[in-house]
């Protein structure tokens, strides 16, 4: 996945030209990630966001990124700045989401090593030990707790 941008300056206004700023950009996705898209309906998954004059919350979806954007007009370079950067953010999501439905069409399996210090993943899962039908195990190293009798 990549993201290309483009920022130039321009001047708006009939009588004092004030200093704007234009802002091109289009998202391209590889075979694989336009397919998984494509395929699990992620095309209206928003990437980035924007605030309008009249503090209108704008949004842009994938398909909309993909498709890209020429001209798009920030008085300031403040917007321009929370705009790109909510771009960037918005596909580093669309990045995770693609990592994890990879993984879901992979087969879903994973086995993780969690401790104090994170998580891990391990490479080669067993298989789940199905228990249906079964009891499961008691939890080891907790002592049962003990009844309370009523009184008569």
């Known amino acids: ?11 708006v206004g009939l009588l004092s030209k004030k200093v704007a700023f234009l802002f091109d950009y289009q998202l391209i996705l590889t075979p694989e990630e336009a397919a998984l898209v494509k395929k ?13 004059s009249k503090g209108m919350e704008f949004y842009v979806s994938v398909g909309q990124a993909v498709q890209g ?15 790109e950067s909510s771009l960037i953010e918005g596909c580093q999501k669309l990045c995770v989401n693609l990592d994890n439905l ?3 069409s992979a087969g879903g399996e ?11 993943l391990v ?12 009891t ?12 309370v009798q009523a009184r008569a």
């Open 69 to 83: 954007k020429k001209g798009h007009c920030f008085e300031g370079l403040g917007p321009l700045t929370r705009f």
């Open 40 to 52: 699990y309906q992620h095309g209206c998954f928003t990437v980035g966001t924007w605030e309008g």
């Open 1 to 11: 996945m990549q993201l290309h941008t483009k920022t130039s300056p321009t001047n």
């Open 102 to 104: 990879r993984h879901i």
């Open 110 to 120: 994973r086995l993780l090593e969690i401790n104090p210090e994170g998580v891990q």
């Open 136 to 147: 499961p195990p008691p939890i080891p190293n907790i002592p049962p707790v003990p009844q």
């Open 123 to 134: 490479s080669q899962p067993p298989p789940i030990a199905s228990n249906q039908g079964s």
